[in-house]
């Protein structure tokens, strides 16, 4: 929920997370499939939910189907007896802020959102449903996938814009050190631009750091990144945080 003491009717409105999330299948011409009529009408519709980003995609690594808006995400699966259910926005905007005070193995890692293969796409203009709350195939839930836990944080939140920062990361597979991965860092600079790097492969003890350059930018400017692993399947599990440029005067 967003404060907003400027507007004029409505202080308080959903934030746009769904714009955040770096979706593959951004178009403008999308529309909001069957499977999430209903759902979407019955909160408000574009007002409240916002603008379809995607159209319909099965994320394997979940067993269920999705859609995601600007401020909202839907899915359905067999998990949910075929009834549509809100995705977690914030759990994945929070991060690891909202999970710190929790035990490390007690941390199931969120995936951010997959649009790798789809097995199915819908392309029908959005309906009413007349069937009955189960309007997908029927999913065949798979066997439980192990449990994957990512931690992130950086040496020091606040920093000279003249200091490099240290990364770093802890991996986790039902509960026991995940060795050898090697993950993915990007860094949006104050210009919009991003910079890529590699962490060294998690050691023995499931984690690994990393040392990037020095940020040149105003006092007080807040940086972010994103740490992303990438399974052999496919699926992609990302976090992001940030820390603050704060030159002692």
Not at 45 to 74: H, I
Not at 119 to 147: D, F, K
Request: proline share 10%; glycine share 8%.
């Amino acid at each position: 929920m967003i404060y907003d003491p400027k507007a004029t009717n409505n202080w308080y409105r959903l934030g746009s997370i769904g714009l955040d999330l770096d979706l593959d299948e951004t178009a403008p011409d999308q529309r909001v499939d069957a499977a999430f009529v209903a759902l979407y009408e019955e909160m408000r519709g574009e007002s409240f939910v916002g603008k379809p980003l995607t159209g319909l995609s099965y994320n394997a690594a979940m067993s269920r189907f999705e859609q995601y808006f600007e401020n909202l995400g839907f899915y359905q699966g067999a998990e949910t007896g075929g009834v549509a259910r809100l995705l977690p926005y914030g759990a994945w905007r929070c991060g690891n802020d909202c999970r710190a005070a929790l035990p490390l193995n007690n941390l199931p890692l969120i995936p951010a959102p997959t649009h790798g293969p789809a097995v199915t796409q819908s392309t029908a203009a959005p309906h009413t449903p007349t069937a009955p709350p189960a309007i997908l195939p029927t999913i065949i839930q798979p066997p439980r996938a192990h449990e994957l836990a990512l931690q992130v944080w950086e040496t020091k939140p606040m920093i000279a814009n003249d200091e490099e920062q240290e990364i770093g990361i802890s991996l986790e597979i039902d509960g026991a050190p995940l060795v050898g991965v090697v993950a993915g860092l990007m860094v949006t600079l104050p210009d919009g631009s991003r910079k890529s790097y590699e962490f060294p492969p998690t050691s023995a003890d499931g984690k690994a750091r990393l040392l990037i350059p020095a940020v040149e930018a105003l006092n007080a400017t807040v940086i972010q990144y994103r740490v992303c692993i990438s399974r052999p399947s496919g699926e992609r599990y990302c976090i992001k945080e940030s820390y603050t440029i704060w030159n002692n005067p």
